[in-house]
């Protein structure tokens, strides 16, 4: 079933990145008139959004630009019904060695939106969280009351900009959504995330896979299925000044899904802990599970696609884009 997004004019930030192009691509596709921020670069370089149809691509207005320019921000903002605020620095590692691009991206960035919202007075806006804000859970399934953790300098510049877009909701009144996806997978991931360094591992030539960790637990949900929770989360009047959490509410460890996906290519290769690869002790969050009630009750969302689903896809996308896909590039 469509959402109804017929004639609303939406402004998508970070919408070259994963989970963005999939949900430009899915207002596309449910009626809106759509503004895609990519950020700035000298080769007019789109990134994720090339891979969306030529004929829905062709009716998104692209500009290039940085949240962190808050006279842009509110320039772009102007004349929107909904602003979809997906831009982040997000990866955990890089975060530990320049966490100043993370306060000034995250924290700062997140700030410029929530302002540029508040004086153009924007119907709606959904700031993206991340499951990693609950650190190494309390309690499984972890709920939206569960304590916030900062266990890396990404996860801290998070908290920080939930909190303020919480603070503009009890403030000002903005009609503000902390729209908070568990670890979200699927085609067009970047070797960023263990799923596509799995899959290029096992497509490879070689005898052997290098990971991280193969304990932490993860609450895997497909990326059309977040795509779909942001769609519904844009449109909720119920969401105002709400944290909603976004996952399947079943976890799986690591090595179990390097265990599924070998299965699914018809691979037994052995896999090597690379010492590298691990997180710092004490950064490592070790089972994320999600309480979905809150998103059905309010969003009356709830995943579609199974993990084996999901996980065919993917490797589908990688084996027909493999010149992009590298393994030996990346530590994770």
């Excluded at 199974?306 to 030996?328: A, V």
């Amino acid at each position: 079933m469509k959402t109804n997004y017929i004639g609303k004019r939406v402004f998508v930030t970070g919408a070259a990145g994963f989970i963005g192009s999939h949900v430009v691509e899915e207002l596309v596709n449910n009626g809106a008139i759509v503004t895609a921020l990519v950020h700035y670069n000298s080769n007019s370089n789109i990134a994720n959004l090339k891979y969306i149809n030529s004929e829905i691509l062709s009716k998104v207005t692209i500009v290039f630009g940085d949240i962190t320019d808050a006279f842009q921000m509110e320039y772009l903002t102007r004349d929107k019904d909904i602003v979809l605020h997906l831009a982040a620095l997000i990866g955990i590692p890089y975060s530990y060695v320049a966490p100043a691009a993370y306060v000034a991206t995250n924290i700062n960035g997140t700030l410029n939106l929530l302002e540029a919202c508040r004086k153009n007075n924007v119907s709606k806006l959904v700031v993206t969280s991340t499951s990693e804000t609950y650190g190494t859970a309390l309690y499984a399934p972890i709920d939206e009351k569960h304590p916030l953790q900062g266990q890396s300098p990404y996860s801290a510049t998070k908290i920080g900009a939930d909190k303020l877009a919480e603070s503009y909701w009890l403030s000002f009144g903005l009609p503000v959504c902390i729209f908070r996806p568990f670890n979200t997978f699927g085609p067009r991931q970047s070797m960023r995330a263990v799923i596509p360094t799995i899959i290029t591992q096992v497509l490879q030539e070689g005898n052997e896979i290098k990971l991280g960790s193969l304990s932490p637990v993860r609450d895997m949900v497909f990326v059309k299925d977040t795509a779909n929770g942001f769609l519904k989360a844009g449109l909720s009047t119920h969401s105002n000044g709400e944290v909603i959490s976004v996952g399947t509410g079943t976890g799986v460890t690591i090595g179990e899904i390097v265990n599924l996906i070998q299965e699914i290519v018809g691979t037994n290769k052995t896999v090597i802990v690379d010492s590298e690869r691990v997180r710092p002790e004490k950064s490592e969050v070790f089972k994320l599970i999600c309480d979905n009630r809150k998103a059905k009750e309010i969003l009356n969302w709830e995943p579609k696609v199974t993990l084996t689903e999901g996980l065919i896809q993917s490797i589908d996308f990688i084996q027909k884009n493999s010149s992009s896909f590298n393994s030996d590039k990346y530590v994770i």
